[in-house]
């Protein structure tokens, strides 16, 4: 079958239009993709840029707030005094009985234990700051009315510390209380910590009664 020149040159505009919408479908679907793209990482890319804009701008409050957070942790840590000997344990017991007008029969200690160690490390692994805790065990007299002058002496002492557990008994002999006392003492060891043993002049010590 012969097509006349007209049909022909009807194939043949048929034929570019089929092979330009095929050109441009492929041509612009890909386009497409590539400037999607291109679009979603020039969005992440401000969002970043807005994110980052925001933190330098807030530079300085992440700063204040970090120091201000470094200046309460080292109040807190100034209130625990640093690790010790028995011989701060017996000056802390010696000047408790001073304060309240009481007397001290005897005194025992547990060692240091520890309680806490801080998740930073230094150099060789070891934790930056490290607590600990003692109990100091007491077999008290006193007049009633000197109990709370007792409790208020631990309570406010510099160093941190506090009552565990104490018993009470009334004394028909001399009309005052007498019991056994419980106390835990706390301290810190770290950099800024360092002890330095108490003086013990004029506090005579001996097997019997170490505050006679």
């Known amino acids: 079958m012969k097509l006349s020149e007209k049909n022909l040159q009807l194939l043949i505009i048929l034929l570019i239009v089929v092979i330009g919408f095929g050109a441009y479908q492929f041509g612009y679907s890909s386009f497409k993709k590539k400037a999607d793209k ?21 530079r300085s409050e992440y700063v204040e707030t970090i120091n201000g957070a470094g200046e309460q942790i080292n109040e807190i840590l100034a209130k625990y005094g640093a690790v010790g000997s ?5 000056m802390f017991v ?30 060789a692994g070891v934790p930056v700051i490290r607590g600990y805790k003692k109990q100091v065990t007491i077999e008290y007299s ?22 565990d557990s104490f018993s009470m008994m009334y004394n ?41």
């Open 38 to 58: 291109r679009k979603l990482e020039n969005q992440l890319t401000v969002a970043r840029i807005a994110e980052l804009t925001g933190k330098e701008a807030k």
């Open 86 to 90: 028995k011989e701060k344990t017996i």
């Open 94 to 123: 010696s000047r408790l009985e001073s304060e309240a007008s009481a007397q001290v029969s005897s005194i025992g200690f547990t060692d240091d234990q520890a309680i806490y160690s801080s998740s930073t490390v230094d150099d």
């Open 142 to 163: 006193c007049l009633y009315e000197n109990m709370k002058r007792l409790f208020s002496f631990v309570a406010n002492y510099p160093e941190r510390a506090n009552i």
């Open 172 to 212: 028909q002999e001399n009309g005052g209380v007498n019991g056994s006392l419980i106390i835990n003492e706390y301290a810190v060891e770290d950099a800024n910590h360092e002890y330095e043993a108490p003086s013990v002049t004029g506090v005579p010590l001996g097997k019997d009664n170490i505050f006679d």
